[in-house]
């Protein structure tokens, strides 16, 4: 670290400047040294101002040096954020730091260490896209009955197993092979793998599995990684899944890890999170993981941050009342010095359609009294569904809108095939990405093509891409020939390709070429954008949508402009970029992490709307890591939400509760509880239990508008809380 010296305005060799304004605990946790950290950080705590104050802090006191720093968040925006603010306390030494999601640091470590692990460095990276797609074709090729098991269901399965670090022979040898589903994921996880292998690439779950197996297998490697992270902070600790809590107990190092030798080759483990918000268990994070840290690292010290800078205290109080119910939490009651502000507001209506009708109608009534802005008003919803009636009613209100969460824009299906042309150019071997292009646009290479490609592929122990080299009768290189794909290696004559008519074999010879000539560009050194303008040109894709009349195919070329501005932004910022440079950083931010359309897509959209002056509209996983002046919680009835599926299990119900501390700790001002009585669901209308999450909010920070549905009334009801069904 610099001694003395100043940026914007901060002293970069006075640690104490890091601490002015913080309250006790947030300086605590910033000057913290010598053992592991667990900061416990409730909604609204000022976590990230906190971490990143505490990465100065270790540079301005000189423990740390910026290249010794490793800092792991969840989402490539989150990461942007940490490294920006970081250099706005210590400037441009924070460029040297490790600043990435879990996926990014691993992707580096491993194009480094490739040799150690078999693999070629310019491995290609498969989205859950790409991998769906491949375990397509492998239940297809391994005769399995798709409708009875599908592919979706064993890429969920490989997923876990590699989210558990369970190899397929690992698996193999603990299957239940009675089960017939796991007798076949032996077969699709063993088969899957071998064809990652073949074509050179990994999936997104393999990117944290090989790095941990880099680690474990290769003691010399891990050790200098130990040595040369001597900090290593991770940020949503509660998100992480078993792989990642493997990965960053081998990266510090210390008792039970692969290799560690000696206290030198230990670094300093800071995790930040909060186990109240862990809510995506569904996608393999397990909360054991910041529920027993202590347990794990026995010298830790724990500081909670419990002061909130967002919400009003009866909106913490409401949320504090909610997971207080659950059991074996660690005790954590937010507050804050900003006063008890409104009422939390609820309302009871007699269906889903009067909800959302009551709700249009309140945030016209807040514009007029209170001048709340659409902008300023966000409403949650359990499920995507939900979504329907509030947009029917506020469509039929005039009430501008936006649902977050749509397609994102590197899962549209144009982007994907331009991005598989330059996969395919890039990586010979890529077969999915081969394939997919194979017959897009269509030139007369359909099923019974492709067939004889995938045969004579199988047959002779190559790639589907060398399988087109054969059938246009290029030579294949020497077998002393260089690295895969060498344009100019001697060659010999490839063996017949069995199967395909004489057109087929025509169009096949023309899509060799056409890749062929845009891998001679590459050599000579043309420029990701231009590679891009010649795939798109050369193949007829642009021309067949400029063709078009669908006014969705306008849209797909706007799509496609928006790519080619991402590929020239690249290439202007990094002179010296390789097209794997670039299709490596479109897959990190292609798949997000695997997080849900949250994180990053919802930031984005939702400062659009907020931008174009919308309500936003979003479910409530959705919205973990925003706020909101205004926050309406919808559908608050057992069996909406908390979702029925979550009812009969005491942990499942647990996550539900979190994932409702996250909807109200979401809302800064004002807070609205809403339910309907009844509700539709496959056409037939069920009456609806009030949601025992609202009747934890305690009555004296509560203001019902509408107590009782009209059945109620009917009934007599309506005196209390909720209603009695029959």
């Known amino acids: 670290a610099r001694a003395g010296g100043t940026h914007r305005g901060l ?6 400047s890091l601490t002015r ?42 423990r740390a040096r910026p290249g010794e720093i490793l800092a792991i968040t ?8 940490m490294r920006e603010r970081v250099a706005s306390l210590i400037g441009p030494a924070a460029e040297r730091m490790w600043v990435s999601t879990f996926h990014s640091a691993c992707v580096r470590i491993l194009r480094r260490e490739h040799d150690a692990l078999g693999l070629r460095s310019t491995f290609s990276i498969y989205d859950a896209a790409d991998s769906q797609r491949l375990i397509t074709l492998v239940v297809r090729e391994l005769g399995i009955d798709s409708k009875r098991f599908t592919p979706k269901t064993f890429a969920h399965r490989v997923s876990d197993l590699k989210n558990e670090l369970v190899t397929p022979a690992a698996f193999a040898e603990h299957a239940v092979t009675f089960n017939p589903l796991e007798r076949h994921l032996v077969e699709v996880y063993r088969t899957y793998q071998a064809r990652l292998a073949a074509a050179n690439a990994l999936d997104f779950d393999d990117l944290i599995m090989r790095t941990v197996q880099l680690l474990q297998t290769k003691p010399a490697i891990a050790e200098m990684y130990r040595r040369r992270f001597r900090h290593v902070l991770v940020d949503e600790y509660q998100d992480t899944n078993h792989a990642q809590y493997v990965l960053v107990r081998e990266l510090i190092g210390g008792p039970g890890t ?55 205290q009866n909106i913490l109080d409401a949320a504090n009342a909610v997971i207080s119910h659950n059991s074996g939490r660690r005790k954590k009651e937010l507050f804050t010095d900003s006063g008890a502000g409104a009422p939390v507001v609820g309302y009871v209506a007699d269906s889903e359609h009067d909800e959302a009708r009551w709700i249009s109608q309140e945030i016209d009534r807040l514009a007029d009294d209170e001048g709340v802005r659409p902008r300023d008003v966000a409403v949650f919803y359990r499920t995507n569904a939900q979504s329907r009636a509030l ?87 020497a077998a002393s020939g260089g690295e895969a794909g060498d344009l100019d290696a001697p060659g010999t004559e490839p063996p017949a390709v069995e199967g395909l008519a004489t057109r087929a074999r025509t169009q096949v010879t023309r899509f060799h070429e056409l890749l062929t000539g845009l891998r001679h560009q590459l050599a000579a050194g043309d420029g990701v954008a231009d590679l891009l303008d010649s795939a798109l040109d050369a193949s007829g894709y642009l021309a067949e949508l400029r063709a078009s009349d669908d ?66 509209l979003m479910t409530v996983h959705t919205a973990k890591g925003l706020e909101f002046p205004v926050v309406f919680v919808t559908g608050m009835e057992d069996g909406t939400f908390p979702h029925a599926r979550s009812l009969a299990e005491d942990s499942e119900l647990a996550e539900e509760r979190r994932l ?54 009917l009934r007599g009801g309506g005196t209390g809380w909720g209603a009695s069904w029959d």
């Open 660 to 713: 409702a501390y996250v909807a109200l700790t979401r809302a800064r001002r004002r807070l609205y509880v809403t339910r309907a009585a009844v509700r539709s669901a496959w056409g037939a209308a069920q009456a609806m239990p009030e949601s025992r999450f609202l009747s934890e909010i305690p009555t004296e920070v509560m203001e019902w508008k509408r107590l009782a549905s009209s059945m109620d009334a």
């Open 11 to 16: 002293a970069v060799g006075d640690p104490a």
């Open 74 to 81: 969840f989402t490539n925006k989150a990461a942007a954020e």
């Open 551 to 616: 006014p969705q195919d306008a849209s797909r070329i706007e799509n496609l402009a928006e790519l080619h501005a991402v590929a020239t932004d690249f290439q202007a910022a990094n002179p010296d970029g390789t097209l794997a440079d670039f299709l490596e950083r479109v897959s990190l931010v292609a798949d997000a992490d695997q997080l849900p359309p949250a994180a990053d897509l919802a930031d984005d959209e939702a400062r659009e709307a907020a931008e174009q002056g919308q309500v936003t």
């Open 21 to 62: 304004g913080l309250n006790g605990p947030q300086a605590e946790a910033v000057t913290h040294a010598g053992t592991p950290l667990l900061i416990l950080a409730g909604a609204g705590s000022g976590k990230t101002r906190v971490l990143t104050h505490r990465i100065a802090h270790l540079l301005a006191t000189g």
């Open 258 to 312: 692969s290799g560690a030798s000696s206290p030198l080759a230990q670094g300093e483990l800071t995790v930040v999170g909060d186990s109240d918000q862990s809510i995506y268990a569904f996608r393999g994070a397990t909360i054991r993981n910041i529920e027993e840290f202590e347990q794990d690292y026995p010298s830790a010290r724990t500081i909670l941050l419990q002061q909130n800078y967002r919400s009003t």
């Open 391 to 477: 947009e029917e009613a506020f469509l039929r209100s005039g009430q501008p809108y936006k649902v977050v969460g749509g397609t994102r824009f590197y899962d549209r299906r144009e982007v994907k095939d331009a991005i598989a042309y330059l996969r395919a150019v890039d990586n010979p071997d890529d077969d999915v990405s081969v394939r997919r292009v194979l017959n897009v646009p269509k030139r007369g290479l359909g099923d019974k093509a492709e067939a004889a490609l995938a045969e004579h592929a199988a047959r002779h122990g190559v790639s589907f891409g060398q399988a087109v080299a054969d059938a246009a009768g290029a030579p294949r290189p």
